[in-house]
Structures are given as structure tokens and as C-alpha cells.
């Protein structure tokens, strides 16, 4: 079992930056990719970035590109969301999931963390 746990969220003004970290323990030698995904009430969730934890091959949204940077450090087991620009439509909550291969549904990956928060104004 993986376990991830997210943390940075918070409110920031549009234009300003934030950094969302997400911790890894557990059997994480049996994740190859990590993502970050963001909801917002009554939508589902939309994929935002992904990193090969072993490559570093990265994918974007076309809505975050040039905007946002996902990195990781494998020494920490940590996944990071650089967040600049930030715009109103940002805001959501945003979760960091990990599983074998890397997708842009939900439904590739099978382990999630709880979310944290983004407010945008």
C-alpha cells in the first residue's frame, strides 16, 4: 500500500505562486508515475501534471502549461507542484495520486492522497 499526504495549499492572490508538496510512503517501489489532479465542486476530477518517478518525463494540462512545474526528489519520496501565474480558475482542490503508468484519468491511478486546498482571488 502507498500512502500520500499533500500539503502547500492555501489562498493566494491571481498572479502570485504557491507549492504543493505531496509525501510518499509505504510500497512506493511499486509506483513508476505520480500525478497531481484537481477538482472543483460538482466537476470531476481533471488531471494537472505527471512525472515518470524513474525518466523524469513530465505531461501537462494545456491549461497549467508554462505556468506550472511538477518535480519530484526521490531521496525525500516527495512530489512537488510549482504553481505560478495563478489565476482564478485555478482555485480547487488538488490531490496527488501514484501508480505504476502514468495517465491523464483518474481511473489509471489507484492511489490517492486526501487534498489540500487552493484559493485564488
Known amino acids: 500500500q502507498v500512502q500520500l499526504v499533500e500539503s502547500g495549499g492555501g489562498s493566494v492572490q491571481a498572479g502570485g505562486s504557491l507549492r504543493l508538496s505531496c509525501a510518499a510512503s509505504?510500497?512506493?517501489?511499486?509506483?513508476?508515475?505520480m500525478a497531481w489532479f484537481r477538482q472543483t465542486p460538482g466537476k470531476g476530477r481533471e488531471f494537472v501534471a505527471s512525472i515518470l518517478t524513474g525518466g523524469g518525463s513530465t505531461a501537462y494540462a494545456d491549461s497549467v502549461w508554462s505556468r506550472f512545474a511538477i518535480s519530484q526528489d526521490s531521496v525525500k519520496n516527495t512530489l512537488y507542484l510549482q504553481m505560478n501565474s495563478l489565476k482564478p480558475e485555478d482555485t480547487a482542490d488538488y490531490y496527488c495520486?501514484?501508480?505504476?503508468?502514468?495517465?491523464?484519468?483518474?481511473?489509471?491511478?489507484?492511489?490517492w492522497g486526501q487534498g489540500t486546498q487552493v484559493t485564488v482571488s
Open positions: 509505504g510500497d512506493t517501489y511499486s509506483t513508476n508515475c
Open positions: 495520486a501514484a501508480n505504476r503508468g502514468c495517465g491523464r484519468l483518474p481511473a489509471s491511478y489507484n492511489h
